[in-house]
Nanobody, 121 residues
């Protein structure tokens, strides 16, 4: 199977920076889109940023200009550089990957277990 493991979360003051990483491992033939989502306490999970295998990106309006998503296809890894953090960025950040385990097999979405980001004011 496929596992996604996030790292890099933690406690940071407002205005600070963090860099999240997510590594996909297991039976992987190809990975299409990879993305970061977050869930704040009492709220639904929302898209933060997504990047295709070709490098096209899309961001939530709330993080444009502050967050940058990137990926290393050779390492099956996606990153999220978060700058100018705000208290409203607090939440559990989840990684998702659209993975094809073998040629001509269906694409499936896999999620990591999340990493907590806390931004203090």
């Amino acid at each position: 199977q496929v596992q996604l493991v996030e790292s890099g979360g933690g406690l940071v003051q407002a205005g600070g920076s963090l860099r999240l990483s997510c590594v996909a491992s297991g039976i992987i033939f190809s990975i299409n889109a990879m993305g970061w989502y977050r869930q704040a306490p009492g709220k639904q999970r929302e898209l933060v940023a997504v990047i295709t295998s070709g490098g096209s990106t899309n961001y939530a309006d709330s993080v444009k200009g502050r967050f940058t998503i990137s990926r290393d296809n050779a390492k099956n890894t996606v990153y999220l550089q978060m700058n100018s953090l705000k208290p409203e960025d607090t939440g559990v950040y989840y990684c998702k990957g659209e993975v094809q385990s073998r040629p001509l097999r269906p694409w499936n979405d896999y999620w990591g277990k999340g990493t907590l980001v806390t931004v203090s004011s």
